[in-house]
Every structure is written in C-alpha cells, then in structure tokens.
C-alpha cells in the first residue's frame, strides 16, 4: 500500500527536498501495530501489540498469535513476528 512515509528514528513525517515522500508503508503499518498500545488508534481500540510491555520480563506465550490476528485484520495477510529480548523481528 503506498502512502506517507515517516522516518525510521524520529518517527516524524519524512522530508527530501522540501516536500514529504510517498512509498509503501506495510512496514511501517505493522510496526504500529506490533509496537502499539490499546486504545491509541482511536478508530481501532483494541488493536495494538503492545510490544513494549514483554521488555519488562512478562512472557507471554500467547502474544505472538494475538498480534498475527491484529495484523490480518488490517490487511497483512501472512506476517513471521518474532520477539527476543527487546528485539522485534518482523519477516
């Protein structure tokens, strides 16, 4: 899907010569959803991975099955999401 890209760093709207750049954001979808809490996509509530809180020590042995339902039902139909550590991998 093609749309506004932001910068990887900053997370801020992505800028080249003075104008902001188009290109395909699936990645940076995904990592929305895998690194984002419930309820900060208003139109979506419970959509959100909430990857940050297995830095914390929680395993969650059920995690990696609730993020692949959340990513399907934005559209990304097969995604390999791995955790390790404070590492996300995302295939």
């Known amino acids: 899907m093609k749309g506004v890209l932001l910068d990887n760093e900053s997370g801020d709207l992505l800028v080249e010569g003075g104008r902001s ?3 395909d954001i699936d990645s940076q ?6 690194c984002g809490m419930r309820g900060e996509l208003k139109e979506r509530p419970l959509l959100g991975g909430e990857a940050r809180l297995l830095c914390g020590g929680a395993v ?6 609730r993020v692949k339902r959340m990513l399907k039902s934005v559209g990304m139909d ?3 999401v791995k955790a390790e550590g404070e590492r996300i991998t995302i295939e």
């Open 29 to 34: 979808s995904i990592m929305a959803v895998v």
């Open 78 to 80: 097969w995604v390999r």
């Open 21 to 23: 750049v188009v290109g």
């Open 60 to 65: 969650d042995p059920f995690w990696s099955g």
